[in-house]
């Protein structure tokens, strides 16, 4: 049973298993009662998933990817819809085993409308969804695809990407040596 001040005490304050605990807490409630009821909206818990993935140390990413491991699926996919575009690519990122539904979720985020750049943006989340999964992109696009869940930026954003991929196997193959 926890300590009665640890219900009050800030999000930053806690350690990193206390805020992945509270946030899958969260939105678990958000899955039980997706339309309010004294939980918070996942627009109201996006902060708290940017200030999760702040600290970019290699010893905390290493105990992040293992305490993301044992939430389920549904926790995972409720904590990439929460995530904005930008920390989406991140949080991708960490997971150890990353599925088809979370990968729809994670392609499927669309870049703001002030973005200066929203191709690269855009890029970039592919890229993190490819190099993460490249099977697993493949499969997700596929299923986007047949339940009509592909946002309209999708489709000549994937184009695009598809290309690019192939002008890097093609540039590759002329020059072993280099560097991508």
Do not use: C, N
Not at 29 to 47: A, C, N
Not at 56 to 73: A, H, I, M, N, S
Not at 132 to 147: C, G, N, S, T
């Amino acid at each position: 049973m926890p300590k009665w001040y640890e219900r009050y005490l800030p999000f930053v304050a806690r350690g990193l298993e206390k805020q992945v605990e509270w946030l899958a807490g969260t939105l678990r409630k958000t899955l039980v009662s997706p339309e309010g009821g004294g939980t918070l909206s996942l627009d109201e818990i996006q902060p708290y998933v940017r200030l999760l993935l702040e600290d970019e140390g290699e010893e905390r990413r290493r105990q992040l990817t293992g305490l993301l491991v044992g939430l389920d699926e549904e926790i995972v996919v409720q904590m990439l819809r929460a995530a904005d575009i930008y920390d989406v690519t991140s949080l991708f990122g960490l997971l150890g085993r990353p599925t088809a539904g979370q990968a729809m979720v994670a392609l499927g985020k669309p870049p703001p409308p002030y973005d200066k750049s929203p191709q690269l943006l855009t890029d970039r989340l592919f890229l993190a969804v490819h190099h993460k999964a490249p099977a697993l992109m493949e499969e997700a696009v596929r299923l986007m695809r047949e339940r009509g869940a592909t946002p309209a930026h999708f489709e000549p954003a994937y184009g695009r990407f598809r290309e690019m991929l192939m002008d890097q196997e093609i540039l590759s193959s002329l020059f072993p040596k280099a560097k991508a």
